[in-house]
């Protein structure tokens, strides 16, 4: 039964019981639901599997997506899967993620060779673009060829060692630039201790910073001279003679400088006596004068 058109008063007898209703869409209602049999006459598009007629393009493709299991929609095919053919991806990363689930296997990043034993590996486009060498899974690979590099081949090469001069006894010294630190260089560390023994004292000294004013008094160079010159520049307790070099060489003032009024009362030769840095140390303080032994 066809729908009437506006203004037409629609029958309200069920023409299944002869029941009537106050409306058409009740009668309507009542036949479909009590004689299984609907009155309206669908107009809609028709389904192609099944031939049922739906009310509307969306509700055929609801219908056949539901009841027969496949979309209607025309979906642009997607990337093509290499391993089973399968195209309906809507991107390439959608296909990389089944690939990696269906198959096992990881076909994500750029293909390239292992930089040491050749096989295919993967990496990622930015990881590509920024090295030159790519290396698979297996670690020992990576090992391997940095091991291998060596020499003029190491990405540290600097040029090798090169030949300088050794700063106390002029002899050539071959160092790798990296080791070399300062303007100096040395053979070994006894020349190092020589230089800086000669080098490194007074003025030249690093951490000089001017010295001390004397306290000894006036005539205190002038005695401690005099005292050297009088014991022969020789240690008057244990006999050491330093030869020209004075520095290991103190002079003593057997009784203390403090113990005078005036510092240069205490630099009397009688009171004065030359003797070695060590036995300097072991006569402090006793008011006694050494003795050379013979």
Sequence with gaps: MSKTDRGTEEPTECPSCNRSFKSAQGMRSHHAQVHGESLIEPDGPECPTCGDVLPSEAGLKRHHKLVHDESLVNKPSGPECPTCGRDDFENARGMKCHHKMAHGESIAGIQTECSWCGDDVRVLPENHRKADRHFCKNTDCR???HRSRTGEESASWEGGKET????NCGSDVTRYPSSVEGQ???CDPGCYTDWKSTQM???DHFNWKGGYEPYYGENWLEQRRKALDRDGHTC?????APGDDDRDLDVHHVRPVRTFAEPEDANALENLVSLCRSCHSTWEGVPVRPELAD
């Design 143 to 145: 090992e391997k060829w």
């Design 164 to 167: 300088f001069t050794c700063a």
């Design 184 to 186: 100096n260089v040395f």
């Design 201 to 203: 004292g007074g003025p």
């Design 236 to 240: 008057q307790s244990c006999g050491h």
